[in-house]
């Protein structure tokens, strides 16, 4: 085997540096399982079975509430961080796709960091193309 590009040897030196983003890829992907949700399923089926053991008190009740805050919490930080890294990698594809197109606009690449008035401005324009393109709808209506 021969060595690997240069850019191949950078990706993976950042990937095995990137701990985090690796232990939230992991998690995400474990916890959208059905095995996470059956767990879940489980921990609140036993929590209800022990309330008549614990008589129903406060703490048993707290118990549940504290976990499941915990949960959610933590859970918040765990999307963001899969919805960031997934977004990032959407628009490099996207640019990638408009970089290799002859005819495509290379103005496009990176719009995600435009201003909301600088967007507003390019959906007005693909607004308008999309109107000039589509068939007039009495035409449609009259076949």
Do not use: Y
Not at 129 to 140: F, L, M, N, V
Request: net charge negative.
């Amino acid at each position: 085997m021969g060595a690997k590009p240069k850019t191949v040897q950078v990706v993976e030196a950042k990937l095995n540096a990137d701990r985090f983003g690796r232990f939230c890829s992991e998690a995400s992907t474990w916890l959208g399982s059905k095995w996470a949700f059956v767990t879940a399923g489980g921990v609140i089926v036993v929590w209800g079975m022990t309330g008549p053991v614990f008589h129903f008190s406060d703490t048993w009740q707290l118990i549940i509430n504290t976990g499941t805050t915990i949960v959610t919490f933590l859970m918040v930080f765990l999307i963001q961080n899969t919805q960031n890294r997934d977004a990032r990698a959407i628009n490099l594809k996207l640019d990638e796709l408009i970089r290799a197109l002859d005819h495509a606009r290379n103005h496009m690449i990176n719009i995600e960091k435009l201003s909301d008035a600088d967007l507003d401005v390019l959906e007005e324009q693909f607004t308008r193309i999309r109107k000039q393109h589509e068939p007039d709808q009495t035409e449609a209506a009259a076949d």
